[in-house]
């Protein structure tokens, strides 16, 4: 792989067999080839992961195992350029929330009965270092090379609740807590982090005769820096996956309204406040990565017979997609998450 190359890593697997796939797709969406994770024995990848994290040039992946929460094994990571995957054994033996990494560890979230677990896991040797837990239901995690965030929310309790816990890195030490109550509550492990900011899209509320929330419009942006907030609104409900790239922060909506497929894109500039919106079509998205000035999106194409495709736009200096080239990709099983790979040029 030549410097300036592209590739797109396709993680697949199963929900009820130990089967799950690495598939590699060059930046022309020709496939390449495809790598069974089958020696690591993992099943049920990514089953709860919004956000799969990337530190370090390594993906990382849940891995719940056979039938979902109830055969929890550990997760994993893979590392990007070599194509080859590491795993980390997790002790606490429930259903796995979320993961996420820095240079110096990986951490992994479980809970049960209303006790969150967050483990500490060293990069070089995989193992646990520490576990710190609490007494309130955390949702979303993340991890920067200083902080680990934890996002705590309830809405079936009589007072509800909705904060961020900034935790040491290293400590796990509770550092300080952002409450986020008013503005709505978190919903799954969903976020994107940024070297100065997380962003978190929040449903504006959840009741308990609801499976889904359809009504929240806001995302909310957090200072690394002295962790003070703004709030952003979109035009459109539903913010879901999110990719940032210069002043421009893209976001892919779930739902445009309730029991219709996630086939909007807003391109929000933070700068001007202006918002860009793109209907994508009768496809159910999955999920989307940016690398440079291309953003790749995999989805579920209705139109084509329900067949998973892939598809490339090109972004203009003024944050403007378009479609260069789409392809259908034949994939069994599900997509437990998606990356594009693209070498650096090696320093003189």
């Known amino acids: 792989m030549r410097p300036g190359e592209k590739k797109i890593g396709i993680v697949t697997s199963d929900l009820d067999s130990y089967k799950s796939s690495l598939i590699i797709y060059n930046q022309d969406l020709k496939r390449q080839r495809q790598k069974s994770l089958k020696s690591f024995g993992h099943a049920g990848l990514g089953f709860n992961c919004y956000r799969q994290p990337i530190s370090d040039g390594h993906f990382f992946l849940e891995a719940n195992g056979i039938f979902g929460l109830y055969s929890i094994e550990d997760f994993i990571s893979i590392d990007m350029e070599k194509e080859t995957a590491a795993a980390y054994p997790v002790s606490t033996k429930m259903g796995l929330l979320g993961v996420a990494a820095n240079q110096d560890y990986a951490y992994s979230l479980t809970n049960v009965n209303a006790e969150s677990v967050i483990a500490q896991h060293s990069r070089r040797d995989k193992q646990e270092t520490y576990i710190a837990r609490f007494k309130v ?142 209907i994508l079509g009768d496809v159910y998205w999955l999920d989307f990565a940016i690398s440079g000035d291309e953003l790749y999106l995999l989805g579920i194409d209705e139109a084509a017979g329900g067949y998973f495709c892939l598809h490339r736009y090109a972004i203009t200096d003024d944050a403007k997609l378009t479609l260069e080239k789409k392809q259908i990709v034949p994939i069994y099983g599900y997509v437990a998450g998606m990356y594009v790979y693209e070498k650096e040029e090696a320093a003189e």
């Open 137 to 278: 239901y955390i949702e979303l995690l993340a991890a920067s090379e200083r902080y680990v965030f934890a996002g705590a929310t309830d809405s079936f309790q009589d007072e509800k609740y909705c904060h961020i816990r900034v935790l040491d890195a290293k400590s796990l030490q509770l550092l300080r807590i952002i409450d986020l109550t008013e503005y709505g509550l978190i919903y799954g492990n969903n976020y994107l982090l940024t070297a100065d900011s997380l962003y978190i899209p929040l449903v504006a509320k959840r009741r308990e005769d609801e499976e889904m929330p359809f009504d929240n419009n806001k995302v909310v942006k957090i200072s690394l820096a002295d962790f003070s907030y703004s709030v952003i609104e979109l035009a459109c409900r539903m913010p879901g996956q999110m990719e940032k790239r210069k002043d421009s922060l893209f976001v892919l909506h779930e739902y445009e309204e309730e029991g219709s497929g996630p086939n909007h894109l807003t391109v929000y500039n933070e700068t001007t406040g202006k918002q860009t919106i793109y």
